[in-house]
C-alpha cells in the first residue's frame, strides 16, 4: 500500500470529534436513544419549504452566488440584526453553519502560536478549531461551579498577565453581559469576543438574550437550531462594520472553504426569516416540559448536580466524585441502558455530562428520560454493574 508520509502535525494533534464517537456509540449500542447532539425535532417551516421547492428548477441555484451570502438574505439579517438584536453597526457574512463561521473568524483573526481563552464547559469543535490552526497556548478558564458563567476575574487577571496578550476570548454561554461589560469598560483591546448566539430565542422562565456590539466583537448566529435546519448548514457572522480591511480578510477564507453556503440553503433561510421569531418562540415553548422531563430523570445524582437550562437546550451534570472517566459512564449507560449522552471531558470538564433535551417530541424524550434515570439510579447505587 502506498503512502502520505508523515500526516500535519496540527491535523494528528486535533481530538477526534465527540460527536463522531457518539454516533459510532449510537450505531453499537442496541436500540439507543440520543440526549446526546444539539438538535431540535422540528422541520423548518412548511411554508419556507413548499417555497423552496418551486425553486429547484431555477438556473441560479446551481450555480455559484456571492461569497458573502446572496443579497436579499443579507439585506434581511441586517435588519433582523437591528429589530431583534439591537446590533446597529453589524455586516453580516452568510456562512455553511455556525462552525464554519467560528472557523473563517479564527483563520481570519489568528495565527500559528497564538494565545486564546475559552471557558469550561467549552464547545468541543471550537477547542478543535483551534487545535487544528496552530494556535499553541488555549487557556482555558473556570466556570463558576453553581451557575457555569465564566469567571471574569480569573479572565481579567489572565489578560493583565499573560504575554502576549491573548488574540481572542471566546464565549459560548448566554447570560454573559456583565462579564462582557466588565472586559470592555476596563479598557482591554481584544481582536473579537465571539458570542455564539445561534440559540437565542431559546431563553426560559422569562430570560430574555442581550446581544454586544463594538469594533472589537464578533457575533456568530445560526439557523440550524432555530428553524431546525441542522442538515441545511447555515450561519452567519455578524462583524464590526468599521473595521476596516476586516471583510476583506474574512472573503480570502471564506472562498477557500465553501466559495458560498449553499444557495438552496440560504434561501429556505429567507423564507423562514420571513415568518418572524414568533414561529420559533411558539415551537421553543414545547422544550421548557422536556426540560422538566430531563431534570427529574437527573435527580438520582442529587439537589446539587445539575446546571444550566435557563437558556438553550442542554443540561449539565456531575457524576459522583469517582466517575472522573465519564466517557466510560457514557459507553456504560448507552450499552446497558440504552440512552446516549455527551462526557463532559470532551468539553474540558471530566467527570460530567451533557444532556440535550431539544431533540426529541414530549412523549419520546419521556421514554429516553426513563431509561437516563433508571440507569443513573443504578450507577448511584450498585455502580457500573455489566
Known sequence: MGSFGKLATRALETDMPVMVQIQELIRGAKNAVSLAQGVVYWQPPKQALDKVKELVLEPSISRYGADEGIPELREALVKKLRLENKLYKSSVMVTAGANQAFVNLVLTLCDAGDS????????????????????????????????????????????LETKPAPKLVTVFLLNLLTMCSLIFCRGFQISAEMLDVGSLY???????????????????????????????????????????GFAAQLLKVQDNIPICASIISQHLALYSLELGPEWVTERVKDLVKNREIVLEALSPLGEDAVRGGEGAIYLWAKLPDKYVEDFKVVRWLAHRHGVVVIPGSSCGCPGNVRISFGGLVESDCKAAAERLRRGLEELVKDGMVE
Not at 118 to 129: G, H, L, R, T
Not at 211 to 218: F, P, R, S, T
Open 116 to 159: 486564546v481563552v475559552m471557558f469550561a464547559p467549552y464547545y468541543f469543535n471550537a477547542y478543535m478549531s483551534f487545535q487544528m490552526t496552530g494556535i499553541t497556548n488555549i487557556l482555558v478558564g473556570p466556570g463558576n461551579p453553581k451557575t457555569l458563567h465564566p469567571d471574569a476575574d480569573w479572565l481579567e487577571k489572565t489578560l
Open 202 to 244: 431559546f431563553m426560559y422562565d422569562g430570560l430574555k438574550h442581550s446581544c454586544l456590539e463594538g469594533d472589537h466583537i464578533v457575533n456568530i448566529f445560526s439557523f440550524s437550531k432555530a428553524y431546525g435546519m441542522m442538515g441545511w448548514r447555515v450561519g452567519y457572522i455578524a462583524y464590526p462594520t468599521e473595521v476596516e
